[in-house]
């Protein structure tokens, strides 16, 4: 051994480099970036960053920056997350996206996507509301500088729609069940990191609280707003969130005033206006109160053949292959048994194909089609051969830009109604009624009669597992579920009445595997909360994990 | 244009700075037929910059700043041989093997001042990792795996103080005890799995020169560690929508059954959940033994060489790619010690290349 070790050669004894400091340069401000003050001192941003409030409510991929995900096309697109949940609106075919929240509840847990992007969405948007109020100058509700009240008053305004919307998701309970249930996450322009680290969610009495506030101060500075055109909120929507608001927190005499104010300078639809097959809901008229609308230069109709876009997913019409609802075999129908309840003299049953002609030949459906479009090979296709499902229900309420089926993808460049003065003349007949029930009657018998001339009041009581609720009470979220079908409602009400749902029936156009019925609000109505709040969040009380139905239930007898 | 404020930024960040210190030995024995290097290093950062996540309800998912000081420790040994060297027998084989080791020497207070450490995502494989001072990097959280139940679903553990407590999510940190097995994956706790990071890697090679022929052979491998197999996860998922199927592995058709109830894979069954969601079943040896490249070649005797009119004149087969080992066919752990995505590969699989030729020497 003493030989080996004598021969070792040491021929380089080590490289020591102690302590040689290589210091890397750490990037300022991220890639050319500017501070909030820089921005707010450059000519005419804080317009710039008022006009994106809405300009950012749809079309812009926002929840993942790339066209990955069809259903990441904005503010519409949570109409459909929410309301297939319950029964109203029914995905259907073999490749609709909407799926996972109508049946995959495994999905719509703390760890994954889809319970990401509504926070993402949400909670960004709310950020950029919190971005005008600091530049206005309006932090903790100081006053704004005279020329940033408009921009203060409109960021005040959608926060507030926003925030109501998040309590209607991720309540743990409705109001009408338990005043102080956990709602969501107050983040408002004072908020610090720090204090993020650790907050509890506000309960429903604090959110209506912040929620009113944020309105009060929207409709004093909105006062004197006079706006460029209905993509923007003014006074009379902010009178609408109020209405909204005070519906859900059932003070209904709140809610009866602010609904009639906000109806003032609108007229309902006309029969005519209802079945357009031009306009039907695609572009605003008088009874649309809000709306947004996707235009050429949005990246949702750019990118992936526009295929990530409301029109993709909800118009059957266009005549160029492309978009889910129409060749790609994911339409979303209406509910069976809503769509009969309907009368034949109500013209709104006219939205949706008649499940009898399931029934039909193939060209003698193709010709009772042409009553409700203008493509009736086209709806027959969308339904039959790409959805491998059927024409029962299939939706033509939304309608491609007029004269755009054929064009590429103007036929999806679309508004999309956020309110309506027939939701306000509902809201007003729900609140009214529930002061003096002969009053709502007869709101609720006057509007109804614009629809169906023959409207008896007291046809639609289905209770949906709680009977508590009035039958009064009932035949109004009747009238709202067929006058608001698509709009984003269903859920909310759902919630707020404490009903339940009902998806097993005879001759129900439900899958199966997902013909649940419930007694009461279901679990995943009660949205999960992602991980990327909770795990960082050590004060957030988390809701249960949504839990799906192991089998199908017994057929329910209406 | 639309502005929107993108990010966060920090006012307090600071350069991140990085201490070396290397050791070596180099050294020849039996007149440098045996020779090699040794080599040891300890690599300290402070200020780690990096990604600190915030609550997403902030409108933003966190910001870049200084998290606190990790360490990288590792040692690297190289032996080169040449075990005959006669005139006409050559034989030499080369080898090494480097071993690093990671460690969080110190956090940043607010990393650690909610759960004692904090988690976050990799967003390409969907592995959580774990950070806590005194562990390792690279520790992946997931939830474990405990095999199936009498019907022959898919069992996951459950940390009950974690379940139960409304103000922990299931993955705020990292679970210590094995309470109960849920089917409800939702409701899974997430335990910390240790460094994914092999404990060492390295590569062979060795050359023969004998009597005019010539064997040149390399391999690489990679011992310990661990990679989350997407892939795998894929081809063994059961059908749970009504869309068409996909590609699956053969091993489905070991999954538990009535008559396969010793089976530890889950039942293929229609609309179930969980069979395949996210959890140590799929974190795999991230072990491998790479066939890299080998050559046989002949170089003609001068004399015959001459009547070519060359100088000398060798014929050669050589190939590239030639055999890999890992835990699981298909599986190639070399891009990435976090996993594979969901088609099972990072990038292509190196092309097999197998090549001969003629080379004249005038």
Redesign the interface.
């Given at each position: 051994m003493k030989r080996i070790y004598s021969k070792i050669i040491l021929a380089a004894l080590g490289v020591f480099s102690l302590n040689s400091c290589i210091e890397e340069v750490v990037p300022q401000g991220g890639s050319g970036g500017v501070t909030l003050d820089q921005a707010a001192n450059a000519p005419g941003s804080f317009q710039k960053f008022v006009d994106n409030l809405t300009g950012n409510l749809c079309g812009k991929f926002t929840y993942s920056g790339s066209d990955h995900d069809v259903y990441d096309f904005g503010y519409p697109s949570f109409f459909l997350t929410r309301d297939v949940e319950g029964q109203d609106i029914v995905p259907v075919g073999t490749n609709n996206w909407y799926n996972t929240w109508y049946q995959d509840m495994a999905h719509l847990g703390p760890g994954w996507a889809r319970t990401q992007v509504p926070w993402t969405y949400y909670y960004g948007w709310i950020k950029d509301c919190n971005t005008v109020i600091k530049m206005a100058g309006a932090t903790d509700y100081a006053d704004p500088a005279p020329d940033k009240r408009h921009g203060a008053g409109e960021a005040y305004a959608l926060r507030a729609m926003y925030y109501l919307d998040l309590c209607r998701m991720y309540a743990s309970k409705p109001y009408a069940v338990d005043s102080a249930a956990l709602t969501t996450i107050k983040a408002d322009e004072t908020r610090t990191i720090e204090a993020s680290l650790s907050q509890e969610r506000m309960k429903w009495n604090e959110a209506f609280a912040f929620i009113l506030k944020d309105l009060d101060r929207a409709e004093l500075l909105l006062s004197d707003y006079s706006r460029a055109d209905v993509y923007t909120p003014n006074l009379s929507v902010v009178y609408g969130f109020k209405a909204r608001t005070y519906l859900e927190k059932q003070d209904w005499a709140n809610a009866e005033k602010y609904a009639k104010m906000a109806q003032q300078g609108y007229t309902p639809l006309t029969e005519e206006q209802y079945l357009s097959h031009d306009n039907g809901f695609n572009s605003p008229n008088e009874a649309w109160m809000f709306a947004v609308r996707f235009k050429g230069t949005d990246p949702n109709i750019l990118e992936n053949d526009g295929d990530s876009s409301w029109g993709s997913v909800m118009l059957l019409e266009n005549g160029f292959d492309g978009g889910y609802a129409a060749n790609y075999g994911g339409p979303n129908v209406i509910d069976r048994h809503l769509f009969e309840t309907i009368p034949s003299t109500d013209y709104r049953k006219k939205c949706w194909v008649d499940f009898k002609l399931d029934n039909l030949s193939k060209a003698a459906a193709i010709d009772s089609l042409k009553q409700y479009s203008d493509y009736p090979d086209r709806v027959y296709a969308s339904g039959v051969s790409n959805a491998s499902y059927g024409l029962g229900g299939l939706s033509l309420k939304f309608r491609n830009a007029a004269g755009k089926a054929d064009v590429k993808y103007d036929a999806w460049c679309v508004s999309v109604p956020l309110m309506r003065v027939e939701e306000m003349k509902l809201i007003e007949a729900e609140a009214a009624g529930m002061q003096n029930l002969e009053r709502g009657k007869q709101l609720l018998t006057d509007f109804a009669r614009l629809r169906d001339p023959q409207y008896v009041y007291g046809q639609h009581t289905d209770a949906y597992g709680n009977t508590k609720t009035s039958p009064f009470q009932n035949e109004v979220w009747w009238q709202r579920r067929v006058e608001l079908w698509g709009e984003g409602f269903a859920t909310f009400d759902i919630k707020r009445l404490n009903k339940g749902i009902i998806r097993s029936y005879a001759n129900t156009n439900h899958h199966e595997g997902a013909r649940w019925n419930t007694s009461e609000v279901p679990n995943w109505m009660v949205w999960c909360f992602v991980g990327t709040e909770t795990n960082y969040n050590s004060g957030i009380t988390s809701n249960p994990d949504p839990q799906k139905p192991n089998a199908d239930s017994d057929e329910y007898k209406w | 244009?639309?502005?929107?404020?993108?990010?966060?930024?920090n006012e307090n960040?600071?350069?991140?700075?990085?201490?070396?210190?290397?050791?070596?030995?180099?050294?020849?024995?039996?007149g440098?037929r045996l020779n090699g290097e040794f080599n040891y290093y300890n690599k300290k950062t402070t200020d780690l910059?990096f990604w600190l996540?915030?609550?997403?309800?902030?409108?933003?998912?966190g910001y870049?700043g200084n998290v606190g000081d990790i360490r990288n420790r590792g040692l690297e040994l190289m032996l080169n041989a040449d075990i005959i060297r006669t005139k006409d027998i050559r034989w030499n084989v080369t080898g090494n093997i480097s071993h690093n080791a990671t460690k969080i020497l110190k956090l940043d207070p607010?990393k650690t001042?909610?759960?004692g450490g904090?988690?976050e995502?990799n967003k390409t494989v969907n592995v959580q990792m774990w950070y806590q001072e005194g562990g390792p990097l690279y520790n992946a959280m997931l939830p474990e795996y405990a095999g199936v139940n009498e019907s022959g679903e898919a069992l996951y553990w459950v940390d009950q103080a974690i379940k139960d407590d409304?103000?922990?999510?299931?993955?705020?940190k990292p679970g210590t005890q094995h309470s109960y097995t849920t089917t409800?994956?939702?409701?899974a706790s997430y335990y910390a799995q240790g460094s994914l990071l092999p404990k060492a890697n390295g590569g062979f090679s060795t050359s023969l020169e004998i009597y005019g022929f010539d064997v040149n052979a390399a391999f690489d491998y990679q011992l310990g560690g661990k990679v989350y197999d997407n892939g795998y996860a894929r081809l063994m998922t059961n059908v749970?929508?009504?869309?068409?199927g996909y590609t699956y592995s053969k091993d489905i058709l070991n999954s538990w059954s009535p008559n396969n109830t010793s089976s530890n894979i889950p039942r293929f069954q229609y609309?179930d959940?969980?069979t395949t969601?996210?959890s140590t079943r799929f974190l795999t040896s991230a072990r491998y033994l790479n066939f890299q490249s080998c050559s046989v070649g002949y170089t003609l005797p001068i004399s015959m060489s001459k009547k070519f009119m060359a100088s000398r004149l060798r014929i050669y087969v050589q190939g590239q790619n030639l055999l890999f080992w890992s835990a699981r066919k298909g599986l190639d752990p070399r891009y990435t010690f976090a996993g594979t995505n969901t088609t099972g590969i990072n990038s292509y699989a190196p092309v097999r290349t197998i090549m001969g030729g003629v080379q004249v020497t005038f």
């Open positions: - | 244009m639309l502005p929107t404020f993108s990010s966060i930024g960040i600071t350069w991140e700075t990085t201490s070396n210190f290397n050791a070596g030995i180099e050294f020849g024995l039996f440098n910059l996540s915030i609550p997403e309800s902030y409108g933003a998912r870049y607010s001042m909610n759960y904090f988690s995502s409304p103000k922990l999510s299931n993955s705020s409800d994956w939702n409701s749970d929508t009504k869309g068409t609309m959940q969980y969601a996210r």
